[in-house]
């Protein structure tokens, strides 16, 4: 089978986006092993249907949504093997000591103690700049979901920051009676 | 038509997207109107920029080149990824060194990332005009340049006047003149601080200006020069602007407009 040759803007395009692709991955998957694996397949995958795109814009989101189906397909298919996440980063923990800023470590390790699904959102709109509508989309989610989500992931890490370095949080208690008294999106 | 809106639907909205003060004209406005309100928008900010820090997580360039390199070996292109304004710095180098010099940091099994035994930053390469302190912001803003190339493409502004105000206001800055177009207008963080992304309209195309407040690492002008771009960073006590574009501005001359148009409020 001959395959197609990418569209120019393919090179340039993947240049780009790779760190920031790279590190989205980083934290779905929690392993830098997993997450490469991931990235080789999502780039092989966006490359072969490159000249599907119709709207060179949605380029980012379309491969986003690649990059994720393809962790899943690789999770499913190592949790026959009784693979597990969290086991992963365990076995590599040299991979996951920060030196550099002991504030960065403790918003990290507030990042972690989110729940997945609170995680991701938080990460495609923070990191990645997406609108609630695109998050909601790359997620299948509704929109007013997407919202709540967001919503109570940054009250969580609030709290958690809070409570190790009351400085670090730089909230006052006002705040977070305020944040307790806000009722999430239906 | 304003949208009336009570503190409890602000802080809802708020929460889920601070970014959206800006842009949504009933929440900008409540944020105006309500001092205990505007707090609470002014911790959602701080909030996101040590989560942007957070998130940030530093990427081994030859880590992205293998990625790329089973693509590239099927499409037949030339080996080896240029990655526009970065220099490589060996990964090999620096594990080896920081694990030789490893000592146990914390008894608890943190989940925490990638410390120097596991990254090297993309690095910019700058004229030698710039002092060692501008080198850092320099290198983030051309870093965040590259995250937004979308902003570079355009032709129309996409931020409502009313926005771009509310923005420069929170880095305290007034808009003297209306010299300058501009495009776009959001916040974002540089170097960890608040600071102000616009997009202003230059001879050739659009031209980024960041407005970083403060300036305690006590950065001088100078000038910044990438494979890309080539730029002018403006010092003061009160803050920075770095203004930069491509290779064929004239950025001797927006940089006097930026001076003109902008002034740091007392």
């Known amino acids: 089978m001959t395959e197609v040759q990418p569209s120019p803007n393919f090179?340039?395009?993947?240049?780009?986006?790779?760190?920031?692709?790279?590190?989205?991955?980083?934290?779905?998957?929690?392993?830098?092993?997993?997450?490469?694996?991931?990235?080789?397949?999502?780039?092989?995958?966006?490359?072969?249907?490159?000249?599907?795109?119709?709207?060179?814009?949605?380029?980012?989101?379309?491969?986003?949504?690649?990059?994720?189906?393809?962790?899943?397909?690789?999770?499913?298919?190592?949790?026959?093997?009784?693979?597990?996440?969290?086991?992963?980063?365990?076995?590599?923990?040299?991979?996951?000591?920060?030196?550099?800023?002991?504030?960065?470590?403790?918003?990290?390790?507030?990042?972690?103690?989110?729940?997945?699904?609170?995680?991701?959102?938080?990460?495609?709109?923070?990191?990645?700049?997406?609108?609630?509508?695109?998050?909601?989309?790359?997620?299948?989610?509704?929109?007013?979901?997407?919202?709540?989500?967001?919503?109570?992931?940054?009250?969580?890490?609030?709290?958690?920051?809070?409570?190790?370095?009351?400085?670090?949080?730089?909230?006052?208690?006002?705040?977070?009676?305020?944040?307790?008294?806000?009722?999430?999106?239906? | 038509m304003v949208v009336k809106l009570d503190c409890a639907a602000f802080k809802r909205a708020c929460g889920a997207d601070p970014q959206a003060v800006v842009v949504q004209e009933h929440l900008m406005k409540h944020s105006s109107e309500c001092a205990d309100c505007d707090q609470f928008y002014q911790s959602m900010l701080a909030l996101d920029v040590r989560l942007m820090q957070a998130f940030t997580v530093p990427v081994a360039q030859n880590s992205l080149d293998e990625q790329l390199s089973h693509v590239q070996h099927l499409s037949g292109s030339v080996a080896g990824i240029h990655q526009d304004d970065a220099k490589v710095v060996s990964l090999q180098a620096h594990k080896e060194s920081a694990n030789k010099n490893r000592t146990t940091k914390r008894p608890k099994q943190r989940f925490a990332w990638f410390g120097a035994a596991a990254a090297s930053m993309l690095m910019v390469s700058f004229l030698f005009t710039l002092p060692t302190n501008n080198v850092a912001i320099a290198e983030d803003v051309i870093k965040h340049i590259h995250h937004e190339p979308n902003l570079l493409t355009l032709t129309e502004p996409m931020t409502?006047?009313?926005?771009?105000?509310?923005?420069?206001?929170?880095?305290?800055?007034?808009?003297?003149?209306?010299?300058?177009?501009?495009?776009?207008?959001?916040?974002?963080p540089i170097k960890g601080q608040l600071s102000a992304h616009l997009v202003i309209q230059g001879e050739m195309s659009p031209v980024t200006l960041m407005i970083m407040p403060g300036n305690k690492t006590g950065t001088k002008s100078g000038n910044i020069d990438s494979h890309a771009f080539n730029g002018r960073f403006i010092s003061s006590a009160a803050g920075n602007f770095a203004v930069v574009g491509n290779k064929l501005e004239d950025i001797d001359a927006l940089k006097k407009q930026v001076?003109?148009?902008?002034?740091?409020?007392?």
């Open chain 1, 11 to 186: 090179d340039q395009f993947s240049m780009s986006f790779s760190a920031d692709l790279y590190r989205y991955l980083l934290w779905l998957c929690k392993d830098p092993d997993t997450a490469s694996d991931v990235a080789q397949e999502t780039w092989i995958r966006a490359w072969r249907s490159w000249d599907k795109l119709r709207d060179a814009k949605a380029a980012k989101q379309w491969v986003l949504t690649i990059a994720r189906r393809e962790f899943y397909r690789i999770l499913d298919k190592r949790r026959d093997h009784h693979y597990n996440l969290e086991d992963a980063m365990l076995s590599n923990p040299q991979h996951f000591v920060n030196e550099e800023n002991d504030q960065v470590d403790q918003v990290r390790d507030a990042l972690w103690e989110l729940d997945d699904d609170y995680r991701e959102p938080l990460m495609l709109q923070v990191m990645m700049g997406y609108s609630t509508e695109e998050i909601a989309t790359a997620m299948d989610l509704k929109q007013g979901a997407v919202l709540t989500r967001l919503f109570r992931a940054r009250k969580q890490l609030k709290d958690v920051l809070e409570k190790h370095n009351p400085d670090l949080g730089q909230v006052g208690k006002s705040e977070l009676e305020n944040f307790n008294n806000v009722t999430p999106f239906k």
């Open chain 2, 160 to 188: 409502s006047p009313a926005a771009i105000d509310m923005v420069l206001k929170q880095m305290g800055i007034t808009q003297k003149s209306n010299e300058i177009k501009v495009l776009a207008a959001k916040l974002c």
């Open chain 2, 259 to 266: 001076n003109n148009s902008f002034q740091w409020n007392k």
